[in-house]
């Protein structure tokens, strides 16, 4: 089956993927009065009274915005904003199934940071969260960064943080079974984007202390010119030995290789330069860095990828709907460092000792235990760090 046409297909079929649907009956008079005029006005004065209350009396609870402006949109790249509806009411529909939370798709026509940032503040009280998706970097951490600053529920860029979560989760795991200490082990991340830089600063959290960041010209060097602000933030913290190179000198004599960037950019060669047990996940989607065959015979002992199709599958749905689910639950003003970190260990978890392998570091996407088990985390590391409201 061609997937792209099935797909297009059914697309044609469903004529969009999520739909609203009442939670109250409406038929007869009484129902009417009760859910809508006269009765409605009683909650609406109550939230007035106490804004608080709009938690508890509407759906607000439980909904998240999911919102893009269509300039990087899956790897299809600036395609629009209705272009990019389909794969935001996808997410939609992720996020029922997997953590039962309401969510509806907003795409912004507009690429200037203020006007979106606008956009979104004015419409946040009608939410619990807000989920970005598919925004060009460097764009995309300064949207993030303004709305944090204004906004009174949590702001979450799937693409940097729920990517990140899901491999330093991967890599716990990994690195359990190969017996190396987070501590010690040299990580490259080739792919200073949106997803390569947020994963860098989570792991560096996470405990990791020799990063290397790599993006299409080599590696990221305090004083290069070509970069941009983020990524001159990042070469502040990463790469501390000052090494000038390529993707290939990077990859020498490290542990663990992490691509997020372009298709069969890594070679045989250069996994065979890494230390033994290495540890490689090529992510590019839909050809990885380098092919998971070509990484095993080249000597690689874990390779994780974004296909469904391979062993290890490093897929964002493992993350996102647990951790707006334990942020709803709690009411938390904002998803933090302590959240995220304790989402990557609750996910970890669900793979047992006895059942951690080189092809399973990962517990599946239809594991149900972790839409609860990421929830449960997320708001204990809420609490603990001041985060929740309830």
């Known amino acids: 089956m061609d997937i792209r046409q099935e797909s297009l297909k059914k697309h044609y079929e469903w004529n969009g993927k999520i739909e609203v649907v009442s939670r109250t009956p409406i038929t007869n008079s009484e129902e009417l009065s009760l859910a809508y005029t006269p009765g409605v006005a009683e909650p609406c004065l109550e939230i007035q009274k106490d804004y608080d209350k709009s938690f508890k009396l509407t759906r607000r ?3 998240v915005a999911v919102i893009t402006d269509g300039t990087a949109v899956l790897g299809l790249g600036d395609i629009g904003p209705e272009a990019g509806m389909p794969v935001m009411e996808g997410k939609c529909a992720l996020f029922k199934e997997f953590a039962d ?11 200037d940071v203020d006007e979106i940032v606008r956009t979104i503040y004015l419409i946040s ?11 060009a970097a460097p764009r995309c951490f ?5 709305l944090k600053e204004i906004c009174d529920i949590p702001v979450f860029h799937d693409d940097q943080h729920g990517t990140a979560v899901v491999v330093a989760a991967a890599m716990l795991n990994a690195l359990k079974l190969v017996k190396k200490d987070i501590k010690e082990v040299k990580v490259v991340i080739n792919g200073a984007g949106s997803a390569g830089i947020a994963i860098a600063k989570h792991i560096i959290n996470m405990g990791v202390q020799n990063l290397i960041l790599c993006d299409r010209f080599g590696i990221i060097c305090k004083g290069d010119g070509n970069l941009n602000s983020e990524q001159a933030l990042m070469s502040e913290i990463t790469n501390k030995e000052q090494i000038h190179g390529t993707l290939a000198d990077a990859l020498k004599d490290s542990d663990v290789f992490i691509g997020v960037s372009a298709p069969n950019i890594v070679s045989e060669e250069m996994i065979g330069s890494m230390n033994q047990d290495a540890i490689v996940f090529s992510m590019a989607n839909p050809t990885p860095e380098i092919m998971p065959d070509k990484a095993k015979n ?4 874990i390779v994780g990828t974004g296909r469904s199709d391979f062993p290890n599958q490093i897929n964002n749905v493992l993350a996102f709907p647990g951790i707006f ?6 009411r938390a003003k904002e998803i933090n460092e302590e959240m995220k970190a304790a989402a990557s260990k609750a996910i970890a978890s669900l793979v047992s000792d006895e059942d951690l392998s080189e092809e399973y570091i990962l517990p599946f996407a239809f594991d149900k235990r972790i839409g609860q088990t990421v929830a449960e985390a997320v708001i204990e590391a809420a609490r603990k760090s001041g985060a929740a409201r309830i």
């Open 61 to 63: 609870n439980n909904l």
């Open 101 to 111: 939370v309401d969510a509806f798709p907003l795409c912004v026509r507009s690429k």
């Open 125 to 135: 009280g009608s939410f619990g969260g807000i989920n970005l998706e598919d925004i």
């Open 142 to 146: 300064e949207i993030e960064r303004k």
């Open 298 to 301: 080249a000597g690689a002992r």
């Open 325 to 330: 689910r334990g942020a709803l639950d709690c």
